[in-house]
């Protein structure tokens, strides 16, 4: 008896598709298929790859806006958002391509005469990935395109939420003339599915975004074969509005930052930590903004907030939301449910909270949802202290026109990826990741293709 996974539209609850899953035994055919594959991709020319690689993102190109539509039907997030997802997913992929030709070795003066030493790299093996369903193809092109280009095989298992995605990717991939058993998806239960990945000898690198609980099992389990690890894990991100910060720009890249996706992105502004001088000013601004966020199915006009993903992420947000009012935060905008347990759809109203102190579970839980608490400071070193008072250190932000602050700020914020005066610096060609429980390794720019590569060094003898 096959088991589906049932896909659905978390804006109406509408089952969309059914996908079989996989079975441990089709999981690990998949894995013996990945390594003998390897022999031969790892051997394929860097030109070669390059070249098959850039077919890949020209065909994501050619479809972005059915791919963006699959985006939007089992993730929520609105039209143009999903457009702007395949756009910069496919962003990784022409970037790698290129990077394919530049993995480069060395050669190391010798310490005789009779000696050449030599750098080499070469790919770690075949990887597996687990990716989430917040962003279910730039999740998967920017661990894919560099472990490809770098001569690995890669096996990726998306979100049970949102399988479509990286279903269509892959197919548009082996049409691309990626060989099939070097480019694969599995679908199944995330805790099993990860234990087979960690248990096989012949997966040599996991490669995960998620929470920071997950990426901890994964680089346990990974431990018994030693395995190499990437992981983004969960994040707290702060932002900062000094008092000298313009305040125009500052509102609308907050906006930017935490209502992106409806809030449910691992970088979102999750804090807003607001000089006591400009606090109201911003307050108001940035509360009229938001007033005029639309809420909705993503495939409506003028929809900038889609549904919560699912009735876990849902209650979690209310729960903050609660907590913070019955601690004593109020209520600036927002704060309104419409959701339906029996269609299994949720959606929150964009919510600004003021009043918010360090009492509050808001304050120390990343919330991935639409809602922003602002909080105050006196002195630069206070607001800084609170920003870095969390295990986690993946993306900050903060906003001063005054360039000695700036750097103040920038040199002591804890965290990976820092936005000055910019809500969004992800980019295709910069390293991606975080500092302390946040996660292991970078994704993107040149810092990206190296965790698939191995160092080897070699000492050649000559003849005296």
């Known amino acids: 008896m096959t088991n589906e996974l049932k896909v659905y539209n978390p804006a109406t609850g509408e089952e969309i598709a059914s996908v079989v899953q996989h079975t441990k035994e089709q999981i690990e055919d998949a894995i013996s298929r990945s390594h003998k594959a390897f022999k031969s991709w790892a051997k394929t020319s860097a030109h070669e790859r390059a070249n098959i690689i850039r077919k890949w993102f020209d065909l994501m190109i050619e479809h972005q806006e059915r791919l963006a539509k699959i985006i939007t039907e089992e993730n929520g997030k609105p039209y143009q958002e999903a457009l702007g997802e395949i756009v910069y997913a496919a962003g990784y992929i022409e970037w790698y391509a290129e990077e394919a030709k530049r993995i480069y070795g060395r050669t190391i ?57 990286a279903i269509e990717l892959v197919k548009l991939g082996h049409e691309a003339g990626i060989p099939e058993d070097a480019l694969q998806w599995v679908v199944g239960d995330g805790k099993e599915v990860g234990e087979i990945f960690t248990d096989s000898p012949l997966i040599r690198k996991i490669t995960f975004t998620g929470s920071t609980p997950v990426g901890k099992h994964l680089i346990k389990n990974s431990a018994s074969t030693v395995k190499h690890v990437s992981m983004e894990l969960g994040g707290h991100a702060p932002l900062i509005v000094d008092k000298d910060a313009n305040l125009e720009l500052a509102v609308k890249q907050a906006v930017a930052s935490k209502f992106r996706n409806a809030g449910q992105t691992c970088v979102c502004a999750n804090r807003l930590i607001v000089h006591e001088d400009i606090h109201e000013a911003f307050a108001q601004r940035f509360s009229k903004e938001v007033e005029k966020l639309k809420v909705g199915n993503g495939f409506e006009e ?42 299994s759809y949720y959606f929150v109203q964009p919510t600004v909270l003021t009043h918010v102190d360090p009492s509050m579970n808001i304050m120390h839980e990343e919330t991935f949802g639409p809602v922003a608490p602002i909080t105050t400071f006196k002195a630069l070193d206070e607001a800084i202290e609170l920003a870095n008072d969390t295990p986690f250190g993946l993306a900050a932000y903060f906003f001063t026109e005054n360039y000695r602050n700036g750097l103040y700020i920038s040199e002591h914020l804890d965290y990976g990826i820092i936005g000055w005066n910019d809500g969004g610096p992800s980019a295709v060609q910069a390293p991606f ?23 080897k060094y070699v000492s050649i003898g000559l003849d005296e």
């Open 109 to 165: 003066p010798s310490h005789t005469t009779n000696k050449r030493l030599f750098v080499t790299k070469q790919p770690v093996g075949p990887v597996a990935a687990i990716t989430p369903w917040n962003f279910p193809a730039a999740m998967i092109t920017r661990k894919a395109a560099p472990a490809l280009a770098a001569g690995c095989t890669f096996i990726v298992k998306p979100a049970e939420d949102t399988p479509l995605t």
């Open 433 to 455: 990741g975080g500092m302390k429980e946040s996660g292991i390794g970078r994704e993107g720019g040149i810092e990206g293709i190296e965790p698939y590569l191995e160092t």
């Open 302 to 343: 003028g929809t900038s907030i889609g549904p919560i993903i699912n009735k876990r992420g849902f209650d979690k947000i209310v729960g903050q939301i609660q907590d913070a009012v019955d601690k004593g935060a109020k209520v600036l905008v927002g704060g309104d449910t419409h959701f339906d347990d029996d269609k």
